[in-house]
């Protein structure tokens, strides 16, 4: 057991990292952590900002909105990029968020997704819940 993730089951391999766990308050703290471990090791820093921030967006939506914040992330290195799915068991989906006032405190996750990361979208996740997923890619061009 870990002192951040005291449910956490963890499983990886070269190209790719599962864990799932219960989400709370500084989960998404210790998620940047390792997110940005696996993007160095795959020598993806590059994305570092763009995939923690959406990573954080996405595990703030499920602290928010799904009852038990149990969840599990997959990092999957891709040629030249990173795919990352965030997988719940709530048959809540996600609805996007018409005009947001200046002074609203939430309603802008997807907008800001949407600006960060190359693509994304939902999918069926386990029993009725869904896994919402995004991939960026680097524009760099190795020799």
Not at 46 to 73: F, I, M, Q
């Amino acid at each position: 057991m870990n002192e951040y993730f005291p449910s956490v089951v963890v499983g990886h391999c070269s190209d790719q990292y599962r864990m799932s766990f219960t989400a709370g308050a500084h989960s998404a703290r210790h998620v940047r952590r390792i997110v940005r471990s696996y993007l160095r090791e795959w020598d993806l820093a590059e994305l570092t900002d763009a995939v923690e921030l959406a990573v954080t967006e996405l595990l703030a939506n499920v602290v928010r909105h799904v009852p038990d914040r149990r969840c599990t992330l997959q990092l999957l290195r891709q040629t030249g990029g990173v795919r990352v799915e965030v997988a719940d068991g709530s048959p809540r989906q996600l609805v996007q968020a018409g005009p947001v006032s200046d002074d609203s405190e939430c309603g802008r996750g997807l907008v800001l997704l949407d600006a960060v990361v190359g693509k994304w979208g939902v999918g069926p996740g386990p029993g009725d819940g869904k896994t919402v997923w995004f991939e960026c890619r680097s524009d760099r061009t190795d020799p």
